[in-house]
């Protein structure tokens, strides 16, 4: 098949989607797919050579080290352009939408290229041109948004509600996009029913394909794991993450015995993470990084005694099928998608009830306390992580999903 792989923004290190755009293309090209990614910025470093980047240029507004930038007036060349300041300027995400329509019009150009099309959870409307040209279009959603901007709304103060509300303003676009496109795929099955709910598809819509992950560098190694360690990783400095429960659970359990946290996340500088974790006096055992490699995030996990998912939801969760595969074993909330991807609570990983943080600290200190159990649980995820997730299987699982796509418009 010629695929169309669309993603909105693929930086590889910091969240999933950059990670699923990376894999997925290379196990589709290993299946003897032929794969064009197109992304917008920040564009995904270590493709595959077989895989082909079309670049979408934006104006980056949110870049780094100038993120809410003011562009050049030369810089706006077009309505899309105009678009996206402007949704900027009034509080708004203009991403998803305005990377859609960019695609869109560099696909109207190219229409006897590709077999389908694969949107990796922008759900803009400019799909709905991609869909209206006659080529096939599948969608993948990791996971609702609107939970994220339920979470986000509860912890905001109250003169900060109406901006959040309107940053996620997208979020109804997604919903109106994703009820339009017969075959949407998801990560778990408590995604599936999370978004039947908030976006109103059908079941019937829905095709789950869990993700996967790279078993030769996420393993165990011979090295001794580092006492006391325990690592934890966030793709975003938001309530819905939980690490200020992880750190006020690591301030009490510093009382009691020698511990550290890798916390692999970028902070807000200055931001309500960075203040909490200097308010509680934990700043010597608390070691942040961020933008790590693969090698680098699979050195961590596998010196880490512990790995901690401390959210509150999680429509999937990467870093919980990295750390089974490091075989780390895992405390982890009781939310979402995470039961389902680690297993029944005490095979591959303990779980507490959310935002909890004094079953957390008891939780962690179980852990640290007991080696046996460790080696159990490790070892038990190590498996579970060979037996059931691999990123030839999830390429394998989605090319059933396109063909479903293409047959159905052949159909028509």
């Known amino acids: 098949m010629r695929i169309a792989l669309l993603s909105y923004r693929s930086k590889t290190h910091c969240g999933g989607q950059g990670v699923y755009v990376r894999h997925l293309s290379r196990g589709l090209v290993e299946l003897g797919h032929h794969v064009e990614v197109f992304s917008g910025p920040p564009y995904p470093g270590g493709l595959d050579p077989r895989v082909h980047l079309v670049e979408v240029p934006s104006l980056d507004l949110y870049r780094e080290p100038d993120p809410f930038r003011v562009p050049h007036p030369s810089e706006i060349k077009d309505r899309i352009d105009l678009l996206e300041l402007a949704t900027m300027w009034t509080a708004g995400f203009p991403e998803p939408r305005t990377f859609g329509l960019r695609a869109a019009r560099l696909l109207s150009v190219r229409p006897d290229d590709f077999d389908v099309v694969h949107d990796n959870q922008s759900l803009g409307t400019g799909l709905l041109k991609v869909a209206a040209s006659g080529l096939p279009v599948v969608a993948t959603v990791h996971h609702p948004i609107t939970r994220d901007r339920v979470l986000d709304l509860a912890a905001a103060q109250w003169w900060r509600k109406p901006l959040v509300r309107r940053w996620y303003g997208f979020a109804e676009m997604q919903k109106k996009v994703a009820r339009t496109i017969p075959d949407l795929l998801t990560v778990s099955s408590t995604s599936a029913t999370d978004i039947a709910d908030d976006f109103g598809v059908s079941p019937d819509q829905l095709h789950i394909v869990p993700l996967g992950v790279d078993t030769a560098v996420f393993a165990p190694t011979e090295a001794p794991r580092v006492a006391g360690r325990i690592i934890a990783i966030a793709s975003a400095d938001v309530p819905l993450k939980g690490v200020a429960n992880l750190l006020q659970a690591v301030a009490k359990l510093r009382t009691e015995r020698d511990v550290e946290l890798q916390l692999v996340a970028r902070l807000e500088s200055n931001g309500p993470t960075e203040k909490l974790i200097a308010e509680l006096g934990i700043s010597d ?61 005490g095979a591959c990983a303990e779980l507490v009830e959310p935002g909890n943080v004094e079953e957390l600290t008891a939780a962690l200190g179980e852990l640290l306390d007991s080696p046996d159990q460790r080696r159990r649980l490790g070892a038990a995820g190590r498996r579970r992580a060979l037996d059931v997730y691999s990123w030839e299987s999830v390429a394998a699982q989605t090319v059933n999903v396109y063909q479903r796509a293409i047959d159905r418009m052949a159909s028509c």
């Open 285 to 345: 055992i608390v070691h942040i990084s961020s933008g790590v490699t693969d090698a680098e995030l699979a050195r961590l996990l596998a010196s880490s005694e512990v790995a901690c998912i401390p959210s509150l939801y999680e429509g999937f969760s990467l870093p919980a099928v990295e750390a089974m595969a490091s075989g780390t074993p895992v405390v982890a909330s009781r939310a979402g998608a995470l039961p389902e991807v680690l297993g029944d609570d």
